[in-house]
């Protein structure tokens, strides 16, 4: 079963992900913080399809080490967010699709998964 990793740090958008996830029969693994979606990216990379990472986490931690992460995997994600113009130039150089909020589950979703074709990568099944 394809997972993606959903980092977002409101609890009722990571709901409305999740259950955007489950829409298309596929797993998804859920963060709010940096950490736990770096243990999760180490626990389940194999089966890792794509990501949505909220770009700003509260208390000033951004999706940055995450992102890298992802891109040194060449797992696909895109960046979910309402402020991006608030970040610094770091979060900025992430070469990455971005999905303003607020935007429907499933298009967001999607989005995420579109990243594989674009990317040049084929879906894990």
Do not use: W, Y
Request: aromatic residues 2%; charged residues 25%.
């Amino acid at each position: 079963m394809d997972a993606i990793l959903l980092l977002e740090d409101e609890p009722l958008i990571l709901m409305d992900l999740e259950f955007a996830v489950e829409d298309l029969n596929a797993k998804p693994l859920l963060a709010s913080t940096a950490k736990e979606a770096l243990d999760l990216i180490a626990a389940h990379a194999g089966s890792l399809t794509a990501a949505v990472l909220d770009v700003s986490l509260g208390g000033g931690e951004t999706c940055f080490p995450v992102a890298k992460e992802l891109e040194s995997r060449g797992i696909p994600f895109i960046l979910h967010s309402g402020d991006l113009d608030r970040h610094d130039e770091t979060v900025r150089t992430l070469n990455a699709a971005l999905v303003a909020k607020p935007s429907p589950a499933n298009e967001v979703i999607m989005a995420a998964l579109a990243q594989r074709k674009i990317n040049g990568e084929t879906a894990r099944s």
